[in-house]
């Protein structure tokens, strides 16, 4: 079974920064696509960034230039580094794991909230 856990999430004012951490583990096959999403109160959830383990990025446009996924192969660790926040960047944010036999995994999610 594959597990994910997220952290890195809390509450920091507009313009700073936060840098949320996904581990996984568990039956993890290559290749595969990670990614994060949000969800804000009384929204739809969204994808934010995803990232293939080959290393090609995809930025949902609200947040292009602003944050960065990343990805420790060897640690199965995903990354998603957070700059310039704005209080619309306030939601619950998950970890997804897509596997190509089409197996999804989520995380239990990690609150980030921005401040005016």
């Known amino acids: 079974q594959v597990q994910l856990v997220e952290s890195g999430g809390g509450l920091v004012q507009a313009g700073g920064s936060l840098r949320l951490s996904c581990a996984a583990s568990?039956?993890?096959?290559?290749?595969?696509?990670m990614g994060w999403y949000r969800q804000a109160p009384g929204k739809q959830r969204e994808s934010v960034a995803d990232?293939?383990?080959?290393?090609?990025?995809n930025y949902a446009d609200s947040v292009k230039g602003r944050f960065t996924i990343s990805r420790d192969n060897a640690k199965n660790t995903l990354y998603l580094q957070m700059n310039s926040l704005k209080p619309e960047d306030t939601a619950v944010y998950y970890c997804r794991l897509f596997l190509y036999s089409g197996a999804i995994y989520w995380g239990q999610g990690t609150q980030v909230t921005v401040s005016s």
């Open positions: 568990g039956s993890i096959f290559s290749p595969n696509a």
């Open positions: 990232i293939t383990s080959g290393g090609s990025t």
